[in-house]
């Protein structure tokens, strides 16, 4: 094997996470601590090859990232817990409440979007939607006649603005300019996602949640989508996400593994709102500075959580990566995000086969595995049989600004492909970059590589904070 300064030895059974959960947020003793229940999809139709299931979600990753990168757009505090569950097509999903009397359904948390929509009326259709564990004839959708707090969003309304700019108000063409009177609804909206998209119009609804109701909530009532089987609850920096919405200073998520997909096992999403006299600082985390991509040249990057990556190393040593990958340079275009909706982190094929390569060069006296390479859309992939009862890899450590660092668990970049003795690197990239996709961020570190850690989005300071922590 090649020299490793910091070499990563694990037995080969811990690949596969066992997790336990432990106490993940630490506040006054006046804070209100709420967990709501959600239940997952029953199965349907489980991936029954492992090969199967990877090829899907590093395609979905693909393509996901693909959206990302040429996005359309259209004193005291409290907390507030929801459960997180993860699906078999890689989200992590969250059970809200909206309506009077409430009406609960399920959405899949991205820190990609802002927007929070759900699927609409007894007509909502949903094509293109037979996902494992998804029946598209069953969707639970939202019934705006049952609700009687349930309002469409005029024109007129500065609420309006929020998905469609100020331009919109161009567009009342059937509103009195004099009298302000006004009777157009705001436009219908359209949004596409990696693997799908969705279309609807716009409602000001009452969102519930345990102990805290939020009126006037902006949410998307979709009449038709693709691709897409569940509701979304935008996370993202625009003023039409739930945070924003809400008002929170922070969120904070402790991501479960993947191994538990459609199973009932959950952490907790944490909404902290209001102030207080501290510095918010939460003991044993790490901290690096949001970013503001102010040069992007898609109004949607705006919406993106940017963290400053510095450097990357493979044991020990540092990638070669140009500096234009790593900070979103005049154009907008570069730099790293964090997202909820990616599975595997994706980077850009420059930057991804320096990574590769290294790992490559490390593990060469593994054999590679052609056959799962092409089958699994992931590369590499190893041969480990000869070494069943250990694994000596590399580790991999993401530097950021401010000195903090990301020393992934080895079970979140590569990964066993079922029963077999081979794993796989789940880190992706576009083989083919397709017109127009050369553009913005460089890296998207996904929810998979998140797995196993706690972070804290904290707005009011404008940071991520994490740390390394067995989730429940």
């Known amino acids: 094997m090649a020299n490793s300064p910091s070499p990563y030895l694990l037995p080969l059974f811990s690949l596969v996470l066992t997790l336990t959960y432990s106490s993940i947020h630490t506040r006054s003793a006046t804070a209100a601590a709420i967990t709501v229940s959600l239940s997952p999809p029953l199965p349907i139709t489980p991936y029954t090859n492992p090969r199967e299931r990877l090829s899907h979600l590093a395609s979905s990753s693909i393509t996901r990232a693909r959206h990302l990168k040429t996005p359309h757009k259209n004193s005291s505090f409290s907390l507030t817990k929801i459960l997180l569950f993860p699906h078999s097509y890689g989200g992590y999903s969250i059970s809200l409440s909206f309506g009077t009397p409430p009406q609960t359904l399920p959405f899949l948390m991205d820190t990609g979007s802002s927007l929070v929509w759900f699927p609409c009326t007894r007509r909502y259709i949903c094509t293109k939607c037979n996902f494992p564990n998804v029946n598209p004839a069953n969707i639970s959708t939202y019934i705006p006649k049952l609700s009687s707090s349930a309002k469409v969003l005029g024109c007129k309304n500065p609420k309006c603005q929020w998905v469609f700019g100020g331009d919109v108000q161009s567009q009342c063409w059937d509103c009195d300019q004099k009298s302000g009177n006004c009777t157009q609804i705001c436009p219908p909206y359209g949004i596409q996602y990696g693997f799908g998209s969705t279309s609807g119009i716009l409602l000001s609804e009452t969102l519930n949640l345990p102990e805290k109701t939020v009126k006037d909530f902006v949410v998307g009532c979709s009449l038709m989508s693709t691709s897409q089987p569940s509701s ?241």
């Open 232 to 472: 979304i609850a935008g996370f993202g920096r625009g003023p039409e996400s739930l945070p924003a919405q809400m008002g929170l200073k922070s969120f904070s998520y402790c991501l479960v593994s993947q191994q538990f997909d459609d199973d009932p096992v959950s952490s907790d999403l944490v909404l902290v709102s209001g102030s207080d006299s501290g510095d918010g600082h939460t003991e044993g985390l790490s901290y690096t500075p949001f970013l503001n991509n102010k040069l992007a040249p898609n109004s949607a990057y705006k919406d993106y959580y940017y963290i400053n990556l510095r450097k990357i190393t493979v044991g020990g040593k540092q990638v070669k990566v140009p500096y234009g990958f790593l900070f979103p340079g005049s154009d907008g275009n570069g730099g790293t995000i964090v997202d909820s909706g990616t599975t595997f982190t994706f980077m850009e094929k420059k930057l991804f086969e320096a990574v590769a390569q290294e790992f490559e060069k490390q593990l060469a006296h593994y054999s590679r595995d052609a056959d799962v390479e092409n089958q699994s859309g992931l590369r590499p992939c190893f041969n480990v049989t000869a070494q069943k009862n250990s694994l000596l890899f590399p580790e991999l450590i993401l530097h950021f600004k401010g000195g903090s660092e990301m020393s992934l668990p080895l079970a979140n970049y590569f990964s066993l492909v079922g029963d077999s003795n081979v794993v796989c690197m789940t880190i992706v990239t576009d083989a083919v970059v397709a017109p127009g996709t050369a553009g913005g961020p460089s890296i998207i570190l996904g929810n998979f590589q998140q797995q196993d850690f706690y972070l804290e989005y904290d707005l009011k300071n404008e940071r991520l904070g994490f740390r390394k922590q067995v989730c429940k």
